[in-house]
């Protein structure tokens, strides 16, 4: 394939100087500075808690989003180190029980793939219902699930730069083979592209695909600017690569030669958008950050940023106010406001709906009309993205107002419906139909394609 890299003169040089990435995995903790200073306990405790749950982190974070004076409350601490409270007080003691009798390996891991399996590794039911194929052969590594977008797990993306304590996709990251979901072939992924012209957009995400080669993105990209894939109108990269390893787009050998793939996108007529994972002001701090939003935005590729609303790391109006200020000062356009979903470490982070909903709401009163474009707080939950739009009383009787941003059904977006009203339920199954209804309007659907899906 074809790679040659002619910079368009609008991609400006940089005047940073490229920076080793140098990683940490659970087996290096004790080796990360910061760390070696705090108690022993909590050393312990990281310990335990890295061998059930993913554990990776890079210099760049460690030196320069974290405040360490700020530990144990520090935001991006919480978000990328691991905690006693991720795992139930009884997971954790089983595990920590092994740890202080000096278990081996095998066993540690034996026991690691079965709290796992306790901790729901597949929410939303992804694996089985979202697959599609191609002359009759399933796609591993493709989801179909909104008649416009088709979402690509690329085989060389299926990791991040860091993980993130809270991430829905963390099953991928511990081993297990039969839980991944990813794809090497872009034969296949062009077949099927090509043949479903109601296909619109395209989002290739992870892990994060911003850990692949540029030459990589090339191999899935290019041939996109062929005639036969005029319908793909929207490339989307999903990626948290902005907060994690900004030199990726500014000094990383393959930089500027991504910067050129961006340009030759948008100069074909694409819309490429960069869906970048944000969850607090404290990420875009670095002149480095800054430096990654001006390059990528010059090759005309736009960014949009969405991430989760989550305790102990963004769950206050105040910040994402701050959050969304600061993007749109930037030329990010906010997006979307996540509700954490029902896996992994969810007790540690997950926040009840009307506090979200609060904290949405908090939150977007204090932005102009610029940075109102995030909608949320929005659950991916099976039938669809369903966002919290409001708690209001009608006929005496305290409600849930809801809706679908995407359903699986494209005829349930929009429609209002209501829940009744709950102080702590944190998640779509957990809601009940309002006026005593037996079932939202949906369910009976829903149930209809479950069973069609096997
Ligand atoms: C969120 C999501 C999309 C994209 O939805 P948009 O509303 O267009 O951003 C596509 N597929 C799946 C499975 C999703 O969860
Ligand atoms: S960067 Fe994204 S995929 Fe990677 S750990 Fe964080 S949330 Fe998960």
């Given at each position: 394939m074809n790679s040659i890299v002619t910079i368009p003169q609008r991609i400006p040089t940089t005047e940073f100087e490229e920076r080793r990435f140098k990683v940490f995995t659970d087996r290096q903790l004790d080796k990360i500075e910061p760390i070696q200073k705090l108690p022993e306990e909590t050393r312990f405790e990281m310990k335990v808690v890295s061998s059930v749950l993913p554990f990776r982190v890079n210099e760049y974070v460690i030196n320069e989003l974290i405040n360490w004076d700020n530990v144990p409350n520090d935001p991006i601490y919480q978000l990328t180190f691991p905690q006693k409270g991720m795992l139930s007080d009884e997971h954790f003691e089983r595990m920590a029980q092994l740890h202080r009798e000096g278990a081996d390996k095998a066993e540690i891991k034996a026991v690691a793939r079965e709290i796992r399996e306790e901790l729901n590794p597949h929410p939303a039911g992804q694996m089985a219902m979202n697959l599609p194929t191609l002359n009759g052969e399933p796609l591993e590594g493709i989801q179909h699930?909104?008649?416009e977008t088709v979402l690509f797990f690329p085989a060389q993306g299926q990791t991040c730069h860091t993980y993130c304590t809270f991430c829905f996709?963390?099953?991928q990251f511990v081993g297990d083979k039969d839980l991944q979901i990813s794809s090497t072939d872009a034969e296949k992924l062009h077949g099927y592209l090509q043949a479903h012209p109601e296909i619109s957009d395209l989002l290739v995400t992870g892990g994060d695909p911003m850990v692949m080669k540029t030459r990589n993105l090339i191999q899935y990209l290019e041939p996109l600017l062929e005639p036969e894939?005029?319908?793909?109108?929207?490339?989307?990269?999903?990626?948290?690569?902005l907060t994690f390893w900004?030199?990726?787009?500014?000094?990383?050998?393959d930089a500027d030669e991504l910067m050129d793939l961006f340009a030759r996108l948008v100069d074909?007529?694409?819309h490429v958008a960069l869906m970048a994972h944000y969850n607090h002001w404290q990420e875009i701090t670095t002149d480095i950050a800054e430096e990654a939003i001006r390059r990528i935005r010059s090759t005309g590729a736009e960014i949009r940023a969405q991430g989760p609303v989550i305790r102990h790391v963004n769950d206050n109006a105040d910040d994402w106010a701050r959050l969304w200020k600061k993007q749109v000062q930037l030329g990010i356009i906010p997006y979307y406001m996540f509700v954490e979903r029902d896996t992994g470490a969810k007790n540690y982070f997950e926040i009840p709906l009307a506090k979200a909903f609060h904290i949405y709401r908090d939150a977007i009163k204090q932005v102009s009309g610029l940075g109102r474009t995030a909608r949320g707080p929005s659950m991916?939950?099976?039938?669809?993205k369903v966002e919290v739009q409001g708690i209001t009383e009608i006929n005496?009787?305290?409600?849930?107002?809801?809706r679908f941003l995407q359903g699986r059904n494209p005829d349930w977006v929009q429609r209002p419906f209501f829940a009744k009203y709950s102080e702590t339920a944190t998640w779509l199954h957990e809601l009940e139909p309002a006026f005593g209804e037996e079932k939202f309007f949906f369910e009976d659907e829903y149930e209809q394609m479950r069973k069609g899906n096997g």
């Open positions: 699930k909104y008649n996709r963390w099953a894939f005029n319908h793909i109108q929207t490339i989307r990269i999903g990626t948290k690569a900004p030199y990726r787009f500014v000094t990383d050998k074909a007529g694409k991916s939950a099976g039938p669809g005496g009787e305290k409600v849930f107002v809801l």
